[in-house]
Structures are given as C-alpha cells and as structure tokens.
Antibody, heavy 117, light 106 residues
Framework: QVQLVQSGAEVKKPGASVKVSCKAS????????ISWVRQAPGQGLEWMGW????????NYAQKLQGRVTMTTDTSTSTAYMELRSLRSDDTAVYYC??????????WGQGTLVTVSS | DIQMTQSPSTLSASVGDRVTITCRAS??????LAWYQQKPGKAPKLLIY???SLESGVPSRFSGSGSGTEFTLTISSLQPDDFATYYC????????FGQGTKVEIK
C-alpha cells in the first residue's frame, strides 16, 4: 500500500532553517511527483511547490522563491523540503503528497514546524 | 499566478440536504481541478479529480462538474461524516488551493 511517512515535529528559532523529509513506499518513487503543502494554525491549505521524482524538476510558489528548496533521494525514495530564514508566520503543519494527473491522492501525516524565539 | 475563489466560506446544513460548493479560477484551467475533504487534525482526502472523476472509494453522493473557470462540488444527501472543510485545488499551473468551505451542522 502507498505510504508517505514524514519526519517528526521541529521547533526552530527565527532566521533558522528546517528540513522535512517524506519517505515513500508502496509504489515506484520515480513515477510520480511530490507536492509540499502547508497549513498554518486555523488557516487553509497553501501549496508550496512540486518536485518531479523522475528528473528533479521543481516548481515553487512565487511567495517562497529563494527560501525553499525541494529535493529527492531516489536511492531511499525520500523527498525533502528545506525552508530557510524562518519567520513566525512559517509556523504550520507541513504535508507532502504524491502528485499525478489525478491530483494528490496520497498524503503524509504532516509535520508541525514551530518557529519561536 | 492563478487565483482560486471558493464560495461560500461557511455553509450550515442538515443531514439529508443537497449541498453545493463553488470554485472559480482567475483564468482557464481546463479540467485540472481537484476537490479535497479535510477534518480537524487530519491530512486532506482526495474526493474528485479532473473536475468530475470520483476517486476510488469515495461515496457516489459526491460529484463534481465544470470546466474552464467555473466548478462545483455537490453532495447529494449530506451525511454525518460529511461535516468537514472542503478545498478546491487547480493543478493546471502550480497548485493553488481555494480558501476552503466549512460545512457545519445547522
């Protein structure tokens, strides 16, 4: 069965960086993309970007350009999302999701990132 | 960037009601639209993809329609398990979400 298992909760200080992992299993990793979506407390879903696990091509949300980097390690079927220069409004649950032409059918369990001094 | 506008933001309804949620795109996205259901503390769940295709395992009371810039999600007879927040997402270019519609018990 398809599973996406994310790394654990993080607490970071403003200005620091965070790197969240998303380990995929149950399918051929390079046949799909991975999207990253975040949700601030009490707020809606925000699309952060997408990476092709096949060739590493990326497409980032304009507001995060320059602060976010998405990568994959095909040897371990793991996707990573790094966000730099963290601010308090980056506090959110971060999700990875498997992407296809049928949308995001599988999601990770979410990783809470708290940015606080 | 393509903007997605969902309405209403909150909807009060009773079990058995027919419920319709609308999503408008700022430019044409063909049929590259998905609908998700989210419950508190849980990851979103895919309901509909390509505007009108029902995801496997999703009850048939959920349906989607539309193309271009106007889309709807309809729940034909609201069930207790359906009280949740619903999001549309365009995936024609990037992956913008609508702001969400919370379906509450009337």
């Amino acid at each position: 069965q398809v599973q996406l298992v994310q790394s654990g909760a993080e607490v970071k200080k403003p200005g620091a960086s965070v790197k969240v992992s998303c380990k995929a299993s149950g399918y051929t990793f390079t046949s799909y993309g991975i999207s990253w979506v975040r949700q601030a407390p009490g707020q809606g879903l925000e699309w952060m970007g997408w990476i092709s696990a096949y060739n590493g091509n990326t497409n980032y949300a304009q507001k995060l350009q320059g602060r976010v980097t998405m990568t994959t390690d095909t040897s371990t079927s793991t996707a990573y999302m790094e966000l730099r220069s963290l601010r308090s409004d980056d506090t959110a649950v971060y999700y990875c999701a498997r992407v296809s032409s049928s949308g995001c059918g599988y999601w990770g369990q979410g990783t809470l990132v708290t940015v606080s001094s | 960037d393509i903007q997605m506008t969902q309405s209403p933001s909150t909807l009060s309804a009773s079990v058995g009601d027919r419920v319709t949620i609308t999503c408008r795109a700022s430019q044409s996205i063909s049929s590259w639209l998905a609908w998700y259901q989210q419950k508190p503390g849980k990851a979103p769940k895919l309901l509909i993809y390509k505007a009108s295709s029902l995801e496997s395992g999703v009850p048939s009371r959920f349906s989607g329609s539309g193309s271009g810039t106007e889309f709807t999600l309809t729940i034909s007879s609201l069930q207790p398990d359906d009280f949740a927040t619903y999001y549309c997402q365009q995936y024609n270019s990037s992956g913008t979400f609508g702001q969400g519609t919370k379906v509450e018990i009337k």
